[in-house]
């Protein structure tokens, strides 16, 4: 008999499953469940680009590709953060292709953190960023940021979050859940307490292109003094709908990429090289296809956030990523509660803002990576539930 | 606006206006009053549903015709293309570039109704020098919208 206890490594056995499991097993029973729950683009990735992967492997590009990526895809890269955020970064030695955002976020946070070294973590924000911090070693320190804040992190919670352990802060925006965005000044405020200090930013730039009512992202990289203490970590999935092809890159200070580096060879050896073929394709050419998609995003959030309102669950404009975020304190039910009723007796599925932090507590988080007749449906039936409270 | 109101009318003709109101960032009473110039400009020519009628007993069956026509010397090919869109049993007209003049969609309740239309009708038409049926076998998308089956392969969940 084995005893897996033995074998098994404490620290990940005490990784907390996700709180929305037991929703997965609600919505297994049921068949006609609509759904808000994917954070996930419902376009299929552009023709262009899926012509470009499928014209690689018939070149007969199927082998590794170097450690750090494709040097042409690395340049693309350069280029395009360039003309996005306004930073250069040299394509052979600040650049790191990754498998999706994901495996960026790791190495980063691995190549900073050792035994008790502090994280900070600004929440409700994607999940993946306390167990990784966790599994290095480190402590994550949350930062719950608040809703009259529009959930953006203040430069006074910086401040009482930092201590002489802090290695990193881990920068999620646009936010996922939230939809906050950080802007210029915003920045200027975290880099006023970050340039006199040895602390990493990690900022998570996934969903930099998908902003919106003429805000453009604005990366802390560019603001004065922070290119060298912030490594961008931004992909292909949300941008150009290429979830499955899981492609990401970090880029930032050559003496950080070089150990994020060592450990991506270890782990992963590179990207996937048919995605990485597809992606220089993505880069050169699809600026159009962007524009077509974030507009349909628009009008699906606009839709998304007024039904909210109307049927008395009030919302914030989401300014950024593909998520509204309404408040359910008019309810009177715990996030968790409402999702649940909602999922039994209305077979409509959402996430409970919980699963992205305490803080997410009175929040429901809703996908608008649906068509419209899908979200007035879905909003349709809340409406109803609502109505039985 | 209007482009904007007539693309999402033109993927939805249902979305009612409260919906269409929050999409573009207008007012109701605005929606309501840019749907009415569209219909009366006759930019919005009507609204119908798209029916598979495949999935019925007694579906229909339709045939492109491809009609070669000699131009009337003052009226060009508008007399006769009003004339053939005058039928009942023609469900679409369009002057085409190219090695034909006319295509003409025709439906009928069977293959032998729509011969007939063709041969007695279409046919004997002074200025049509010839024509070309192609009977529709299978129908797979019509008016933006795919007859057969998406699935959304995503998870009901993905944080």
Not at chain 1, 235 to 256: D, N, V
Request: aromatic residues 8%; contains cysteine; glycine residues 6%.
């Amino acid at each position: 008999m084995m005893d897996y206890s033995k074998v098994l490594n404490p620290a990940v056995c005490e990784i907390k499953p996700s709180g929305i499991r037991k929703f997965f097993d609600i919505a297994a029973t049921m068949n006609d469940v609509i759904s808000l729950g994917v954070g996930e683009p419902d376009f299929e990735t552009p023709w262009k680009i899926r012509k470009a992967g499928i014209s690689s492997l018939e070149r007969g590009k199927t082998k590794y590709t170097s450690n750090s990526g494709l040097i042409a895809l690395r340049k693309e890269i350069s280029n395009y953060l360039y003309r996005k955020c306004n930073v250069s970064y040299e394509p052979e030695s600040e650049i790191l292709i990754s498998v999706g955002g994901s495996e960026a976020i790791d190495a980063a946070i691995r190549a900073v953190v050792s035994a008790k070294d502090e994280v900070i973590i600004p929440e409700p924000s994607y999940v993946c960023y306390e167990p990784i911090t966790t599994l290095a070693g480190g402590v994550p320190v949350v930062i719950e940021t608040k809703a009259e804040d529009d959930f953006k992190l203040t430069k006074k919670q910086l401040l009482s979050a930092i201590t002489d352990k802090t290695k990193a802060l881990i920068l999620p925006y646009p936010c996922n859940p939230t939809g906050a965005i950080m802007e210029k000044e915003d920045l200027e405020e975290i880099a006023s307490v970050l340039r006199d200090k040895n602390i990493l930013v990690i900022s998570d730039e996934i969903y930099a292109e998908l902003t919106f009512g003429g805000k453009k992202h604005v990366s802390i990289a560019s603001i004065e003094g922070m290119k060298d203490k912030t490594v961008i970590v931004n992909g292909f999935s949300k941008t150009f709908s290429m979830t499955g092809w899981r492609l990401g890159y970090a880029a930032g200070p050559k003496e950080i990429i070089k150990q994020m580096t060592k450990i991506h060879q270890f782990a992963i050896m590179c990207a996937p090289t048919t995605s990485q073929y597809a992606a220089v394709e993505a880069l050169k050419n699809c600026e159009e296809d962007v524009l077509s998609m974030l507009k349909e995003y628009d009008r699906r959030r606009k839709l998304m956030v007024s039904t909210f309102n109307e049927i008395g669950l009030t919302c914030r404009e989401p300014k950024g990523a593909f998520y509204a975020f309404p408040s359910i304190s008019s309810s009177g039910l715990s996030s968790d509660e409402f999702c649940e009723r909602l999922l039994k007796e209305k077979h409509v599925a959402l996430v409970p803002g919980t699963a992205f932090g305490k803080g997410g507590e009175g929040f429901i988080r809703a996908s608008y990576c649906y068509s419209p007749e899908h979200i007035i449906e879905a909003l349709k039936r809340t409406k109803e539930f609502l109505d039985t409270l | 606006m209007k482009s904007e109101i007539l693309k999402l009318l033109a993927k939805n003709a249902r979305y009612s206006v409260s919906d269409l109101a929050k999409m573009t960032s207008l007012e109701q009473a605005q929606v309501e009053a840019l749907i009415k110039e569209l219909e009366e400009e006759g930019l919005i020519k009507g609204y119908k549903a798209v029916v598979d009628w495949d999935k019925l007993e007694d579906a229909y069956v339709s045939a492109i015709v491809e009609l070669k026509v000699v131009p009337k010397a003052d009226l060009g090919f508008e007399e006769v293309a009003e004339r053939i869109a005058s039928y009942k049993e023609v469900e679409s007209v369009y002057l085409m570039s190219g090695v034909y003049d006319l295509n003409v969609v025709v439906k009928g309740k069977t293959l032998q109704d729509v011969a007939n239309f063709v041969s007695k009708e279409l046919a004997p038409i002074d200025s049509v020098t010839s024509t070309a049926t192609h009977f529709v076998m299978r129908r797979y998308k019509e008016l933006d919208v795919a007859f057969f089956k998406k699935e959304d392969d995503r998870g009901q969940f993905l944080l």
